[in-house]
């Protein structure tokens, strides 16, 4: 059954917004808005436990995924190898071999599975696994199967979180958009052996998020959470311009395998969406729009044998 998030009343958004209104500084006004909202006292009351917890994994995945069994394990071993714990993965009707490819991994504990079909499921999987699995996980990264978490400078993901404002409440991971580097027919191999050819210019942000201080899916890349939303360097955000100045990437990034192959991305664009988007959304067009191959980027060389093993 489908959990709803605690909604916030009508009276307590008018009290915070009056409250914060003053404030000039939009990334202080957005966090101490959201902090109101949570509640001063749950806002503390989180930040202390956080400090004096131990937390059955660092950081959980939770993603809705159809017929990606083709890149099912390859995605699942690389976000293991970069300190991912625990995947919370909500199957939209697949009718590939997606539930093989995971057995090995809900019978070690590592994927928690949920057959999860019909039409707009991304939102209500992202609600189902916060109300479910909000205080599993120091934080909680909700991402695509083509979207690879990859730390710049650190060995995992959580080292590098480590080292940021331990208070934050969200952190904005920006897309690196990758291209189709030619392919027509999807070759063999892995996806980041195959697909090194990314585009200069970013657009768009995925977030980490500290599960205990969300409070609404906004969209489903940033949300409304109660205290700071920070870039990868540390930088208090206000409002986030995903299109023309998303946030820096030298610490963590978010490599998006959007087109693939030409083959593959029209099967993708077959398939539909879980966000319920119509198909003129992902059609040729698109790929021709996204299909830019303008930088030779070897960031994820280092992972290629490690996962080939």
């Known amino acids: 059954m489908i959990m709803a998030l605690p909604t916030i009343s009508k009276t307590r958004k008018f009290i915070s917004t009056a409250l914060t209104c003053w404030i000039p500084i939009k990334s202080y006004r957005r966090a101490f808005r959201g902090i109101l909202q949570l509640g001063v006292k749950n806002y503390f009351h989180v930040l202390h436990n956080d400090r004096n917890t131990t937390f059955p994994v660092e950081l959980a995945v939770g993603a809705i995924m159809k017929d990606e069994g083709a890149y099912l394990k390859e995605w699942l071993d690389f976000h293991i190898l970069v300190g991912v714990g625990k995947f919370y993965l909500y199957d939209n009707g697949s009718t590939d071999n997606t539930t093989e490819i995971l ?12 057959y999860f ?3 707009r499921m991304q939102a209500p999987a992202y609600v189902e696994i916060l109300n479910n699995h909000s205080n599993d996980s120091r934080w909680l990264a909700l991402i695509d199967l083509d979207e690879f978490l990859v730390p710049v400078n650190h060995k995992t993901v959580p080292e590098f979180l480590h080292t940021m404002p331990q208070n934050f409440a969200q952190l904005a991971v920006t897309w690196v958009m990758y291209g189709s580097s030619g392919h027509i027919e999807k070759p063999d191999g892995l996806v980041i052996e195959n697909y090194k050819y990314r585009a200069i210019r970013q657009s768009g942000i995925k977030s980490i998020i500290n599960p205990r201080l969300f409070l609404k899916l906004h969209s489903l890349h940033a949300n409304l959470v109660g205290g700071f939303t920070i870039d990868n360097n540390g930088k208090k955000l206000g409002r986030i ?8 990437y030298n610490q963590l990034r978010c490599n998006h395998y959007y087109t693939k192959s030409f083959n593959e991305y029209m099967a993708k664009f077959n398939r539909g969406t879980a966000t319920g988007q119509s198909s003129a959304y992902r059609g040729p067009d698109k790929f021709r729009q996204y299909d830019l191959n303008e930088v030779y980027d070897t960031i994820m ?4 044998e490690q996962l080939k093993k």
Not at 241 to 248: A, I, R
Not at 301 to 304: A, C
């Open 117 to 119: 079909p019909g039409k």
């Open 301 to 304: 060389d280092k992972y290629i």
């Open 103 to 114: 057995k090995p991994y809900i019978d070690q504990g590592i994927v928690e599975y949920h």
């Open 241 to 248: 311009n995903q299109t023309n100045n998303p946030p820096p």
